[in-house]
C-alpha cells in the first residue's frame, strides 16, 4: 500500500534542486536528502509544508493517517444538465441508397409463402 510519506518521497526524489525546495520551506537540505534515501522521517509539520509546496496547494498531508487529502472541500457542481434521449420519430419513408435522392415512400411488401424443402427440418 502507498502511503502519504511514499507519495512526497517519490514527488521529492523526481525534483533535482532539493536546495531550493529546503529553503522554500525553511529545512535543512540534509534533512530532505536523508528523507528521499529512506533513513529519516521529518515531523509532520515539514511533511505538510513540502505537501503544501509540491502539489501547490492542492493537497494536505494527514499525518494520523499518513495520507495525503484533496484540500478542495467544495462540493462537485455540474457543469450542466444531460440533454434528453434521442428517439427518432416514426416516419413511413426512408431515405435513398446510393444514388443520393431523397426520401422515398416506403412499398409495403406481401408476405412470401413459405417453401418447404425436403430433407431440411423447419
Known amino acids: ?51 503544501t509546496f509540491i502539489f501547490g496547494g492542492a493537497a494536505i498531508f494527514d499525518p494520523v493517517i499518513d495520507r495525503l487529502r484533496s484540500s478542495n472541500r467544495n462540493q462537485p457542481t455540474p457543469i450542466g444538465i444531460h440533454p434528453p434521449r434521442f428517439v427518432p420519430p416514426k416516419v413511413d419513408y426512408v431515405v435513398g441508397g446510393l444514388n443520393g435522392i431523397g426520401p422515398q415512400p416506403v412499398k409495403p411488401e406481401k408476405p412470401k409463402a413459405e417453401t418447404v424443402r425436403p430433407g431440411w427440418a423447419r
Open 1 to 51: 500500500m502507498t502511503t502519504g510519506t511514499d507519495v512526497l518521497r517519490q514527488a521529492l526524489r523526481a525534483r533535482k534542486n532539493y536546495a531550493m525546495i529546503a529553503k522554500e520551506i525553511q529545512v535543512p537540505k540534509v534533512l530532505l536528502e536523508d528523507f528521499i534515501a529512506g533513513s529519516r522521517t521529518p515531523p509532520p509539520k515539514v511533511l505538510q509544508d513540502l505537501t
